[in-house]
C-alpha cells in the first residue's frame, strides 16, 4: 500500500520518538559510567601523590607510623603509583622494618630499566643482612652503571659484609 502523504510529509513509523529517547538515555548512562570509572582512578592518583609529599614531609616530625598506614591505603587502591611505593619503601627503611625490600622490588619491577631502584633494593638488603639478595642485584647491574659511585660502594660494601675486606679495597 502506498504511503499517504500529509502536509507534504511521509508519515513516521510509530515509536521513533521513544526509541531516541531510549538510545539517549543509554548514551548517557554509559557516559555517565565512563566518567565515574576514571574519577576513580584520577581520585587515587591524586590521594597517593598527596600522601607520599605527606610522608617526606613526616620524615623530620620522628614518628612515621601514621603515614605508613596512609600509603598502604592509597597503595591498595593504586598499586602501581611510583611516589607513593617509593615513600612507602623509603619510610619502612628508616623504621628498620624489612618489608622495605618488598616494595623495592616492586620498584625495580616498576622500572626495570633504571639504576636507582636496584640500588635502594641492594643497599636496603645489605642494611637488613640479606647479601645473598644484594649480590644477586648488583650482579644484575650492566654497562656503565657498574662504575658509578653508588654501584661501586655498595659493591666495596657487599664484600665487607661477606668478609672480604680485601675485595673491598680494590673496589
Same mark, same amino acid.
Given at each position: 500500500?502506498?504511503?499517504?502523504?500529509?502536509?507534504?510529509?511521509?508519515?513516521?513509523?510509530?515509536?521513533?520518538?521513544?526509541?531516541?529517547?531510549?538510545?539517549?538515555?543509554?548514551?548517557?548512562?554509559?557516559?555517565?559510567?565512563?566518567?565515574?570509572?576514571l574519577a576513580y582512578f584520577l581520585y587515587w592518583n591524586w590521594r597517593a601523590e598527596k600522601a607520599a609529599v605527606k610522608a617526606y614531609a613526616s620524615l623530620n616530625r620522628g614518628d612515621p607510623q601514621g603515614e605508613i598506614l596512609s600509603l598502604r591505603n592509597v597503595l591498595r587502591h593504586s598499586p602501581g603509583h611510583l611516589g607513593a611505593n617509593t615513600a612507602l619503601a623509603f619510610l619502612l627503611e628508616r623504621t628498620n622494618s624489612s618489608e622495605a625490600l618488598l616494595y623495592w622490588r616492586k620498584l625495580?619491577?616498576?622500572?626495570? *630499566?633504571? +639504576?636507582?631502584?636496584? %640500588?635502594?633494593? =641492594? !643497599?636496603?638488603?645489605?642494611?637488613?643482612?640479606?647479601?645473598?639478595?644484594?649480590?644477586?642485584?648488583?650482579?644484575?647491574?650492566?654497562?656503565?652503571?657498574?662504575k658509578s659511585t653508588d654501584? *661501586?660502594? +655498595?659493591?666495596?660494601? %657487599?664484600?665487607? =659484609? !661477606?668478609?672480604?675486606?680485601?675485595?673491598?679495597?680494590d673496589v
Open positions: 500500500m502506498a504511503a499517504r502523504i500529509r502536509n507534504g510529509r511521509l508519515p513516521r513509523e510509530r515509536g521513533t520518538k521513544r526509541n531516541a529517547r531510549i538510545y539517549l538515555t543509554i548514551a548517557a548512562l554509559l557516559l555517565a559510567n565512563a566518567a565515574a570509572f625495580m619491577e616498576l622500572q626495570p *630499566l633504571l +639504576l636507582e631502584p636496584k %640500588l635502594a633494593y =641492594a !643497599r636496603s638488603a645489605l642494611q637488613f643482612g640479606k647479601t645473598a639478595e644484594a649480590k644477586k642485584v648488583l650482579d644484575s647491574i650492566r654497562g656503565l652503571n657498574r654501584f *661501586l660502594e +655498595l659493591r666495596a660494601r %657487599l664484600f665487607i =659484609a !661477606r668478609g672480604k675486606s680485601e675485595a673491598a679495597a
